[in-house]
């Protein structure tokens, strides 16, 4: 076991599991990382490196599954949320479906163009500026009085847009979280609710989306590389638990512009600096 791999792993993993859930991009913050800093495709083939910048995502979701467990039960039918009532509203799995479909039909589409042209440090540029601006936006044209205060209320077209937003974080960059908040609000729900349903399509399209990218590379995956991914795992899972409950209290106080202040600086910094 190469200890240095093992290291890289580990803090690969931490800047995913604390930049995941904020709308800043792990992904293009782990590319940025890893280009400047460790240079994972030397260590392994490209395709091993891109793969583990998905896979990874998955000790982050297996953080959501735990925080928000009663949620999920409260999906399946199994449980109860406070406050609910037999006849009022409630998020149900066909609304997390609808806003799934367009993200996972071009995923798969475009899935090998994507880890082939898009993971490098000037296309992550490009996704931060992009992304800021959309988030500048959403906070400056969205409604004053949310018409969706929570993520029992909402509605099936308001689920759809979400996941037409969500495309968008195809761009390493852009983030996930960032386009699909961004795309809530301007579509009249709370920032806590739009984040809120965020988190819940992000357990079942991350999840298809680091299977689908290990089913590709799966080749290329050998018992020496093991080390690097559990690594990866175990660090972004640990640095996911701090930092969601974090970011939940602190989105529907601080709205977008401050994330959208960050990356417009962070991509300013990487071009006149380094590139």
Request: aromatic fraction near 14%; charged fraction near 15%; include cysteine.
């Amino acid at each position: 076991m190469n200890l240095w791999e093992v290291f890289v792993g580990f803090i690969l993993g931490l800047v995913e599991g604390l930049t995941e859930f904020a709308p800043v991009s792990s992904t293009g913050h782990m590319i940025i990382v890893d280009d400047f800093l460790f240079h994972s495709k030397e260590m392994f083939p490209p395709s091993v490196a891109n793969t583990f910048k998905v896979v990874v995502q998955l000790g982050s979701i297996l953080a959501v599954v735990v925080l928000m467990w009663d949620r999920f039960m409260n999906l399946l039918g199994l449980k109860k949320l406070p406050g609910q009532t037999p006849s009022g509203p409630r998020l149900n799995l066909l609304q997390v479906f609808v806003g799934l479909v367009p993200a996972g039909i071009l995923g798969v589409l475009f899935n090998k163009k994507i880890d082939e042209y898009l993971f490098s440090t000037q296309t992550v540029i490009i996704g931060l500026v992009l992304g800021a601006i959309l988030m500048l936006a959403a906070d400056w044209f969205r409604p004053r009085r949310p018409k969706t205060e929570t993520a029992d209320q909402i509605t099936y077209v308001q689920a759809f847009f979400v996941g037409l937003f969500q495309c968008l974080a195809l761009w390493p960059g852009f983030s996930r979280s960032g386009s699909t908040i961004s795309g809530g609000v301007l579509f009249g729900m709370s920032h806590r609710a739009a984040a809120d349903f965020t988190f819940i399509m992000a357990v079942p399209i991350m999840t298809g989306a680091s299977f689908l990218s290990l089913l590709k590379s799966w080749d290329s995956i050998t018992a020496d590389t093991i080390p690097f991914f559990v690594a990866g795992f175990i660090s972004a899972f640990i640095f996911a638990l701090l930092s969601i409950r974090f970011f939940l209290k602190l989105i529907n106080r601080i709205k977008l512009a401050p994330f959208a202040i960050y990356r417009l600086v962070l991509a300013a910094v990487i071009y006149f600096v380094f590139l």
